[in-house]
Nanobody
């Protein structure tokens, strides 16, 4: 059974930081490209950051310079370090694993940026 379990979300003040984790089981983690998406209320889901199986990274323009994605294949975990958070970063953050035509999703973790 494939599972992607996100953690690390919560309430943080503007300018603060959070680190999200997504721990994966049931698949050969190292061959999957891993992506963090987010979905704010009333908006479409959007890509936040991707790290490929070869450790190449890509970021949405809105988070460049503030967020960092990384992976630890020994722990089957992908991380999203989020710094200088803004209220517009408020969303449910989802972890996604893709290999060729196969993809899996986590259940999401809520991030709320508010004073």
């Amino acid at each position: 059974q494939v599972q992607l379990v996100e953690s690390g979300g919560g309430l943080v003040q503007p300018g603060g930081s959070l680190r999200l984790s997504c721990t994966v089981s049931g698949i050969r983690f190292s061959i999957f490209d891993m992506t963090w998406y987010r979905q704010a209320p009333g908006k479409q889901r959007e890509m936040v950051a991707t790290v490929t199986s070869t450790d190449n990274t890509n970021y949405a323009d809105s988070v460049k310079g503030r967020f960092t994605i990384s992976r630890d294949n020994a722990k089957n975990t992908v991380y999203l370090q989020m710094n200088s958070l803004k209220p517009e970063d408020t969303a449910v953050y989802y972890c996604n694993a893709v290999f060729r035509r196969t993809d899996y999703w986590g259940q999401g973790t809520q991030v709320t940026v508010s004073s």
